[in-house]
């Protein structure tokens, strides 16, 4: 789970992307923390494939984040503040 620093060296699709929102600076510093306000019941898994644009003066990072229960159902809003969470601690 500590592959982070790498992740945006790693490209891909995702089925399902979600903007990437800001936390305040006091929420949740670890993947477990944020993995805590998924709700209970599911295995989860996610993915994050990022690109660094280093051809201009300053780095440019895009990316995009999926989370998926395995199910067909669509389940962005109940995994939003997991996502929201893990996106603040990449940034």
Do not use: H, K
């Amino acid at each position: 789970m500590r592959a982070l620093p790498c992740l945006f060296t790693v490209a891909g699709v995702l089925l399902v992307g979600t903007a990437w929102a800001t936390q305040p600076s006091e929420g949740p510093r670890t993947l477990e923390q944020c993995a805590a306000l998924l709700p209970a019941g599911q295995v989860y898994s996610f993915e994050i494939t990022g690109r660094v644009d280093a051809t201009g003066e300053a780095p440019v990072l895009s990316g995009q984040m999926s989370v998926s229960d395995g199910t067909e159902l669509d389940r962005s809003e109940e995994t939003a503040a997991f996502q929201q969470c893990l996106a603040a601690l990449i940034r």
